[in-house]
């Protein structure tokens, strides 16, 4: 099988999310098939190559646009094309797939996310990877960010957004999503698109043992509004009643690219913010607990496999676990974002009561290793597509 991949990110090293997600799909597709990796580089990055992506035929690179210019701004307003798809709209990728695909047939095209749909040239055997439901994850920005005029810009890109949603449900070869709910979302708008689940997952043999300390953690991207907004509101909001009762506990924000917001919190006693860091996993090998108190965003969250991975208890907002198959009490801990005794709560559960710690830490560890190891969700994507390829379902 032969798959061009077409990414408008680099997807390493994996500093988030969707670059780890981009990563272990590409490195599962090259070791099944001829891979030829398409993306954007961004400012300041060195593109990639075979070093660092060996699994792949041919890697190659274009640089990314400079984003939310005042002319693709005006245009996301008058315009079929919102800013979010505009922002990836590059000639030079144009003329890069036209290439590729020009010297020799490919069997797929995997798009990675809607962002890159302008490049499906009317392809038949198209795939789309959904990191979220972009026009629900911008809904929901819409209804949380503070200006009303940001608001307002989010909600018409939102709308639009979801026109093309539906325009690439009905034309597409197929969709991978990241969970459940998300399929039946999909198939609620399109009932006869091809949709199916490839979650995200976890490298569960990656962590070191655990030793518990006073650490609670917070792990994400630090420029990308959902982390900023939980950072700041659980800091700010929840963190004063977490030291008037637990005073040893610390809280690290750790994550690349922390903006100006996120830095300020560092002032505030009790808390780090780490800033960009090499690895993870040394966080994770210290910490207490990990928290994920998001309140806004879409698609599931890596940082909480990670955690369970590396042994760490999770409480999560519910919407932080939106997608998960996790279970309540058993191997998550689950509360409101504004709840302060909920944490409260939560946190006395991993300080005080180790047994009810070792119980979640043992039934997160078995989830991950069943059901969320990269190794079996690459092989699911790469079976799915050679269904599809041959006329299965």
Same mark, same amino acid.
């Given at each position: &099988?032969?798959?061009?991949?077409?990414?408008?990110?680099?997807?390493?090293?994996?500093?988030?999310?969707?670059?780890?997600?981009?990563?272990?799909?590409?490195?599962?597709?090259?070791?099944?098939?001829? #891979?030829?990796? #398409?993306?954007?580089?961004?400012?300041?990055?060195?593109?990639?190559?075979?070093?660092?992506?060996?699994?792949?035929?041919?890697?190659? /690179?274009?640089?990314?646009?400079?984003?939310?210019?005042?002319?693709?701004?005006?245009?996301?307003?008058?315009?079929?094309?919102?800013?979010?798809?505009?922002?990836?709209?590059?000639?030079?990728?144009?003329?890069?797939?036209?290439?590729?695909?020009?010297?020799? *047939?490919?069997?797929?095209?995997?798009?990675?996310?809607?962002?890159? &749909?302008?490049?499906?040239?009317?392809?038949?055997?198209?795939?789309?990877?959904?990191?979220?439901?972009?026009?629900? /994850?911008?809904?929901?920005?819409?209804?949380?960010?503070?200006?009303?005029?940001?608001?307002?810009?989010?909600?018409?890109?939102?709308?639009?957004?979801?026109?093309?949603?539906?325009?690439?449900?009905?034309?597409?070869?197929?969709?991978?999503?990241?969970?459940?709910?998300?399929?039946?979302?999909?198939?609620?708008?399109?009932?006869?698109?091809?949709?199916?689940?490839?979650?995200?997952?976890?490298?569960?043999?990656?962590?070191?043992?655990?030793?518990?300390?006073?650490?609670?953690?917070?792990?994400?991207?630090?420029?990308?509004?959902?982390?900023?907004?939980? /950072?700041?509101?659980?800091?700010?909001?929840?963190?004063?009643?977490?030291?008037?009762?637990?005073?040893?506990?610390?809280?690290?924000?750790?994550?690349?690219?922390?903006? *100006?917001?996120?830095?300020?919190?560092?002032?505030?006693?009790?808390?780090?913010?780490?800033?960009?860091?090499?690895?993870?996993?040394?966080?994770?090998?210290?910490?207490?607990?990990?928290?994920?108190?998001?309140?806004?965003?879409?698609?599931?969250?890596?940082?909480?496999?990670?955690? &369970?991975? /590396?042994?760490?208890?999770?409480?999560?907002? *519910?919407?932080?676990?939106?997608?998960?198959?996790?279970?309540?009490?058993?191997?998550?801990?689950?509360?409101?974002?504004?709840?302060?005794?909920?944490?409260?709560?939560?946190?006395?559960?991993?300080?005080?009561?180790?047994?009810?710690?070792?119980? #979640?830490?043992?039934?997160?560890?078995?989830?991950?290793?069943?059901?969320?190891?990269?190794?079996?969700?690459?092989?699911? #994507?790469?079976?799915?597509?050679?269904?599809?390829?041959?006329?299965?379902?």
């Amino acid at each position: &099988m032969r798959i061009l991949f077409l990414s408008p990110r680099q997807c390493w090293p994996t500093r988030s999310g969707a670059k780890l997600r981009e990563y272990y799909f590409a490195r599962a597709l090259g070791e099944r098939s001829e #891979l030829t990796y #398409l993306h954007f580089t961004e400012p300041g990055s060195e593109p990639l190559t075979r070093k660092e992506l060996p699994f792949c035929r041919e890697v190659a /690179a274009i640089p990314k646009p400079a984003p939310y210019g005042a002319a693709n701004l005006v245009r996301g307003v008058v315009g079929k094309w919102p800013v979010s798809i505009l922002n990836y709209t590059s000639p030079e990728m144009s003329a890069a797939v036209q290439r590729f695909t020009s010297a020799a *047939p490919f069997d797929l095209i995997h798009l990675d996310s809607i962002h890159m &749909m302008r490049y499906a040239n009317g392809a038949s055997k198209v795939v789309y990877n959904w990191h979220n439901i972009e026009s629900e /994850a911008m809904q929901r920005y819409s209804a949380t960010v503070s200006s009303r005029a940001r608001s307002v810009y989010a909600h018409l890109t939102a709308s639009k957004l979801a026109a093309l949603e539906r325009q690439i449900l009905k034309t597409a070869l197929g969709h991978i999503v990241c969970s459940d709910r998300e399929k039946d979302e999909l198939r609620r708008i399109e009932p006869s698109a091809r949709v199916a689940v490839v979650e995200n997952g976890v490298a569960v043999s990656g962590f070191p043992e655990t030793a518990a300390s006073s650490k609670i953690i917070f792990v994400g991207l630090m420029d990308y509004y959902p982390n900023i907004e939980a /950072a700041t509101s659980f800091t700010q909001g929840i963190w004063p009643r977490v030291r008037e009762k637990f005073p040893e506990l610390t809280l690290w924000i750790v994550g690349a690219n922390p903006v *100006p917001a996120v830095k300020e919190l560092g002032t505030l006693p009790g808390v780090t913010v780490t800033g960009t860091v090499p690895d993870v996993r040394p966080y994770y090998r210290d910490a207490l607990s990990a928290i994920v108190p998001l309140r806004t965003g879409g698609g599931t969250r890596l940082k909480i496999l990670e955690a &369970m991975a /590396a042994g760490v208890p999770v409480i999560s907002t *519910p919407l932080g676990a939106e997608g998960l198959a996790v279970t309540p009490g058993k191997d998550i801990l689950l509360t409101e974002p504004d709840d302060a005794e909920g944490w409260l709560r939560h946190l006395s559960d991993v300080v005080d009561d180790k047994d009810q710690r070792a119980h #979640l830490v043992q039934a997160a560890l078995e989830l991950t290793r069943t059901r969320y190891d990269w190794e079996i969700l690459g092989r699911k #994507l790469f079976e799915t597509y050679e269904d599809w390829l041959q006329g299965r379902e």
